[in-house]
């Protein structure tokens, strides 16, 4: 008798929820009061996070030092002039005492603009970079460069700084 008592219960309970629902999570849930494990995937976006309160991600421990190359400095040339049908060089020079260790070109011209090469020189301090302009009119372009304080031996640069050690060969 007792069970079935529960069962008119239940069922009268769920037509009532069918005549007054139906119920929805957002109506019947507090406003912030679920943790993280009750949320569904993707839901939670960019404006309901406070960056503020994000650590850093485990695998950017040591992105604020490139991994303890302290003092590294990017420099990039005035923008070069790149006239249309044309191939032209520009290169940056990194400061005295210091060596490139990476190089790059930043073209202006779209899809028409390629570069064509871009590198270190033998003297380890000036960076270069070769764009064609094929975009039908004449537009401009950077080369940057990553120079730190290093020693340098052939093709090897030794960090002066002691955390860095060896950077490449």
């Known amino acids: 008798m007792l069970v079935a008592i529960i069962a008119v219960v239940l069922a009268l309970g769920g037509t009532a929820a069918a005549k007054f629902g139906p119920f929805k999570g957002d109506k019947i849930i ?11 995937n993707n839901s939670v976006t960019g404006t309901q996070i406070k960056s ?8 950017a421990a040591n992105a604020d030092t490139a991994g303890g190359l302290t003092g590294a400095t990017i420099v ?7 006239p249309n049908n044309s191939q032209d060089e520009g290169t940056v020079t990194c400061p005295s005492g210091t060596s490139a260790i990476t190089s790059g070109v930043v073209t202006q011209g779209g899809l028409g603009q390629n570069v064509n090469s871009f590198g270190i020189r033998a003297d ?12 039908g ?10 120079c730190i304080k290093t020693t340098v031996t052939g093709t090897t640069f030794s960090a002066d700084h002691a955390s860095s050690g060896h950077v490449g060969k």
Do not use: D
Not at 30 to 40: A, I, M
Not at 76 to 82: D, E, K, L, Q
Not at 128 to 134: I, L, T, Y
């Open 76 to 82: 990039h040339s005035a923008n070069v002039t790149n």
């Open 124 to 135: 380890h301090a000036t960076a270069f970079g070769w764009v064609n302009n094929q975009s």
């Open 137 to 146: 009119t004449a537009s401009t372009f950077e080369v940057w460069a990553t």
């Open 30 to 40: 507090k406003k912030h009061s679920l943790s993280g494990n009750r949320l569904k």
């Open 52 to 59: 503020s309160t994000l650590g850093k991600v485990p695998s």
